[in-house]
């Protein structure tokens, strides 16, 4: 049944209009002149992770499905933006505030999900603060977004609320989850007894290869060194033939596929540095193993963490991860990356809270979202936001490239 017309287009679950790429656009998206409730997305969608962030927004359009296209009675318009560019290759401070404040100064936005990037987040949070616009990332796992990070001289997460309310909250488990939990994988698991960190200088990076020092310096693991990188240099094979004298047992990068984890594995490739390598979940997709190509983590043991759960081994283990996978295979022809889940997640969080306030008003829905207890209606299980804004659920994933693609190690519990 159509459910509601928009300047002459009926709206229903399955009105659709299919793009060149494959992705498919609600026409809502369309509607101008009438009341709607209006849904941003603020992602990079150009660059290399465009294949992550594609399933991203595949994640949101399948819960506004499970809505039929509307919510409190009024249709869902759904914009998609890009906060990245075709120079930047990458996403770019400009375009996110000017998201920002375009979702901001717009009366009709009630949820702003994303960034992708921690970073991005710095930028964007304050200016949705100050609007009263709920904010809900699939991705940023910077602590300091939410909570007080050690020894971090910035007043976080405080600058980033100068309204003094908390707008902002994510699904994924923060990089206090990721960054232990990977040093006692390397610790139990992969025996190491030294490692060598880089990072990438950004706050993403830089923040949780800091975090996972400091956990492997409990554990009693040896840090030879802590390098930044930057991102923009050809190869970095000066950096790893110094490495290579030191005999470390595992090189681990704090970055991103962006910001020259791939050119890193190549050259440690090349300069014959034959030990393990692990990376977070910056690198946790396609376009990671794809920049390095599949041939060099033949030679090079490669294992990669996420701050939850990977698609395939969820689709072998069951539950209402694999029941998602699904559906997203039936709907889209293919397997999600791991942060699609994590979208969709987002979506229901926020159209729950639209469907229990009722109406259009941004305050009482900013409310409700970070009110969320017990939340069953996504695909994720049972969890909470806390009082900071961040996940109850606290899982970890680790996978090792073998074969082009991530095989999933086992996924830890804190």
Not at 4 to 12: A, M, Y
Not at 169 to 195: I, T, W
Not at 390 to 395: P, Q
Request: glycine share 10%; with cysteine.
């Amino acid at each position: 049944m159509p459910t509601r017309t928009c300047e002459g287009l009926i709206v229903n679950r399955r009105t659709f209009l299919t793009l060149a790429g494959g992705g498919f656009l609600w026409l809502a998206s369309g509607c101008r002149g009438q009341r709607v409730i209006r849904i941003v997305s603020s992602l990079p969608r150009t660059g290399s992770a465009q294949g992550q962030t594609d399933t991203i927004v595949n994640g949101i359009r399948l819960a506004i499905e499970d809505y039929n296209g509307q919510v409190a009675g009024l249709p869902i318009d759904y914009k998609d933006l890009d906060d990245a560019t075709a120079a930047q290759g990458q996403w770019d401070a400009a375009k996110e505030a000017d998201n920002a404040r375009e979702a901001a100064g717009d009366p009709q936005v009630l949820a702003y999900i994303g960034p992708y990037n921690s970073g991005a987040s710095m930028v964007s949070q304050p200016i949705l603060n100050e609007a009263g616009l709920v904010q809900i990332s699939p991705s940023a796992t910077w602590p300091g977004l939410t909570t007080r990070v050690p020894n971090n001289q910035k007043d976080e997460p405080n600058i980033y609320r100068p309204s003094g309310k908390l707008n902002f909250c994510r699904v994924c488990p923060n990089d206090f989850v990721q960054g232990p939990l990977s040093a006692l994988f390397a610790h139990e698991v992969l025996k190491v007894k030294s490692v060598y960190i880089l990072d990438d200088k950004e706050l993403y990076g830089a923040g949780i290869a800091t975090i996972f020092k400091q956990k492997c310096q409990e554990l009693g693991i040896r840090v030879l060194g802590h390098d930044s990188i930057v991102a923009t240099q050809k190869n970095f094979k000066a950096v790893i033939r110094g490495i290579v004298e030191l005999k470390p047992d595992m090189l681990y990068f704090g970055g991103t596929s962006q910001s020259g984890a791939p050119q890193i594995a190549i050259d440690m490739l090349g300069e014959g540095l034959r030990v393990p390598l692990m990376v977070p979940d910056g690198c946790y997709e396609k376009a990671f193993i794809d920049a390095a190509g599949a041939d060099t983590f033949r030679t090079i043991p490669c294992y990669a963490t996420m701050g939850g759960y990977d698609p395939a081994f969820a689709l072998e283990q069951g539950g209402t991860v694999a029941e998602f996978v699904k559906r997203y295979q039936a709907r889209y022809h293919k397997m999600p990356e791991a942060y699609a889940i994590y979208g969709y997640e987002c979506a229901k969080v926020v159209l729950e809270a639209i469907q229990k306030v009722g109406q259009p008003d941004r305050e009482a829905v900013r409310q409700a979202v970070l009110a969320t207890k017990d939340f069953d209606k996504g695909a994720l299980g049972r969890w909470s936001f806390d009082e900071n804004g961040d996940t109850t659920l606290r899982v970890l994933t680790i996978s090792r490239i073998e074969n082009g693609t991530f095989k999933p190690q086992r996924t830890i519990q804190e």
